[in-house]
């Protein structure tokens, strides 16, 4: 079936990015990754202490006639960006100390609301060859929504899971390209500047979901359509040179995509949402019976509605875990426990029977719980 939104996967367009952007539809793409020209401002060449040359970025598209223009073309790109995005869609650039604090004012100008900086720590960064400023080590990545409004994507539990289920955080230790991901012609890099498939798998697996659509207005020779094809993301590319869009098509036709059963699962904020009340109803949990905390020092009855009753406390599960403990704030479905033979088991698990029963439905909206005894939780 042909996407909704009526655009193809895969397809590799050669031009000016900003006038190819013009011809896209509005609100049409559910991300942008942009690696764009640093403006690295070099001057003369750049030579190893043996005197060997340094394969640096020489490249015309990196050269610009000053910050005005730089600044013009920075504030183009990132216009039509917004307009191709939909409200809930997302961005991510990419680049070094010389670019990225410019383009950084010019996202809150325009309106985008930025979520986090990464820092991508390099394992193998090139060194200071002259010896007078510190090794630069990293490149800055910022994560903007489109605005402050947006209900953007974040595979939270994708992120922890990869970070060996500890919550990620925003350095980033990856190693450079290199080895047999570094593409080369004629025993040179094919592109001065190509990122590591690490960095995108990154990126798209924490803000896209499958069968998004990703556009990467720089796209060199296509480590985002690499990245994108494999995990079962759609994806545009735009890029100035053919023979940079060249390699790409060539080097993406012999991506094998994910199978759909191996890609990240849901996010539990998007699992169907199950009343407490409906573990009463079909008989999981009768009323009557009394709930526990782990630790034995708190308990509460069910009641036929779906509230539970402690003393004088009542209440859904969360507002009479807060209310007895005198906390804020308390996930109740974490919180309170049942006996099953002799054992304290989650409610959970019910919770997640029940889900497994009902299988995909339309994803949870974030719901707040009125009052103080409350949670803000999904599902």
Same mark, same amino acid.
């Given at each position: 079936?042909?996407?909704? &939104?009526?655009?193809?996967?895969?397809?590799?367009?050669?031009? &000016?990015?900003?006038?190819?952007?013009?011809?896209?539809?509005? /609100?049409?793409v559910?991300?942008?990754f942009?690696?764009?020209?640093?403006? #690295?401002?070099?001057?003369?060449?750049?030579?190893?202490?043996?005197?060997s040359? +340094?394969?640096?970025?020489?490249?015309?598209?990196?050269?610009? &006639?000053?910050?005005?223009?730089y600044?013009?073309?920075?504030?183009? %790109?990132l216009?039509?960006?917004r307009?191709?995005?939909?409200?809930?869609g997302?961005? %991510?650039?990419?680049?070094?100390?010389?670019?990225?604090?410019?383009?950084?004012?010019?996202?809150? &100008?325009?309106?985008?609301?930025?979520?986090?900086?990464?820092?991508?720590?390099?394992?193998?960064?090139?060194?200071?060859?002259?010896?007078?400023?510190?090794?630069?080590?990293?490149?800055?990545?910022?994560?903007?929504?489109?605005?402050?409004?947006?209900?953007?994507?974040?595979?939270?539990?994708?992120?922890?899971?990869?970070?060996?289920? #500890?919550?990620?955080?925003?350095? %980033?230790?990856?190693?450079?390209?290199?080895?047999?991901?570094?593409?080369?012609?004629?025993?040179?890099?094919?592109?001065?500047?190509?990122?590591?498939?690490?960095?995108?798998?990154?990126?798209l697996?924490?803000s !896209?979901?499958?069968?998004?659509?990703?556009?990467?207005p720089?796209?060199?020779?296509?480590?985002?359509?690499?990245?994108?094809?494999?995990l079962?993301?759609?994806?545009?590319?735009?890029?100035?040179?053919a023979?940079?869009?060249?390699?790409?098509?060539?080097?993406?036709?012999?991506?094998?995509?994910?199978?759909?059963?191996?890609?990240?699962?849901?996010?539990?904020?998007?699992?169907?949402?199950?009343?407490?009340?409906?573990?009463?109803?079909? /008989?999981?949990?009768?009323?009557?019976?009394v709930?526990?905390?782990?630790?034995?020092?708190?308990?509460?009855? +069910?009641?036929?509605?779906? !509230?539970?009753?402690?003393?004088?406390?009542?209440?859904?599960?969360?507002?009479?875990?807060?209310?007895?403990?005198?906390?804020?704030?308390?996930?109740?479905?974490?919180?309170?426990?049942?006996?099953?033979?002799?054992r304290?088991?989650?409610?959970?698990?019910?919770?997640q029977?029940?889900?497994?029963? #009902?299988?995909?439905?339309?994803?949870?909206?974030? !719901?707040?719980?009125?009052?103080?005894?409350?949670?803000?939780?999904? /599902?």
């Open positions: 079936m042909a996407p909704a &939104d009526g655009l193809g996967d895969g397809t590799v367009l050669v031009g &000016d990015c900003v006038a190819e952007m013009g011809r896209l539809p509005a /609100g049409s559910d991300l942008v942009a690696d764009p020209p640093y403006n #690295l401002q070099l001057g003369g060449e750049l030579l190893r202490p043996n005197n040359r +340094v394969d640096g970025v020489e490249e015309a598209w990196d050269r610009f &006639d000053g910050f005005a223009e600044d013009r073309f920075t504030r183009a %790109w216009e039509a960006a307009r191709l995005l939909k409200p809930e997302a961005l %991510w650039v990419i680049g070094s100390y010389h670019n990225i604090y410019r383009v950084g004012s010019m996202l809150q &100008d325009l309106g985008f609301w930025i979520l986090n900086d990464i820092v991508w720590r390099k394992t193998n960064p090139m060194p200071n060859f002259r010896g007078r400023r510190f090794t630069n080590a990293h490149e800055t990545l910022l994560w903007c929504a489109r605005s402050a409004e947006s209900r953007y994507t974040f595979n939270y539990e994708a992120m922890k899971a990869l970070n060996e289920d #500890l919550q990620m955080r925003s350095d %980033w230790l990856l190693p450079l390209c290199g080895g047999p991901e570094r593409l080369k012609r004629d025993g040179r890099k094919a592109h001065p500047t190509q990122k590591p498939e690490a960095l995108l798998h990154r990126v697996l924490a !896209t979901r499958p069968g998004d659509l990703v556009l990467d720089f796209f060199g020779t296509g480590t985002t359509g690499a990245v994108a094809r494999r079962g993301r759609r994806f545009i590319g735009i890029e100035r040179e023979e940079y869009a060249a390699i790409a098509r060539e080097r993406i036709a012999a991506v094998e995509p994910a199978a759909a059963d191996t890609l990240a699962a849901p996010a539990k904020r998007e699992e169907p949402r199950i009343p407490f009340g409906t573990l009463v109803e079909r /008989g999981l949990l009768k009323p009557g019976e709930l526990q905390d782990a630790t034995g020092r708190f308990r509460a009855k +069910v009641r036929a509605d779906g !509230t539970l009753i402690a003393a004088e406390v009542r209440g859904s599960i969360h507002q009479v875990g807060a209310l007895l403990q005198g906390a804020p704030a308390c996930n109740g479905w974490a919180f309170w426990h049942f006996l099953d033979k002799g304290t088991v989650s409610i959970d698990v019910l919770r029977k029940l889900r497994a029963e #009902l299988g995909a439905r339309p994803a949870a909206r974030l !719901t707040v719980v009125a009052g103080g005894a409350g949670e803000a939780r999904a /599902g």
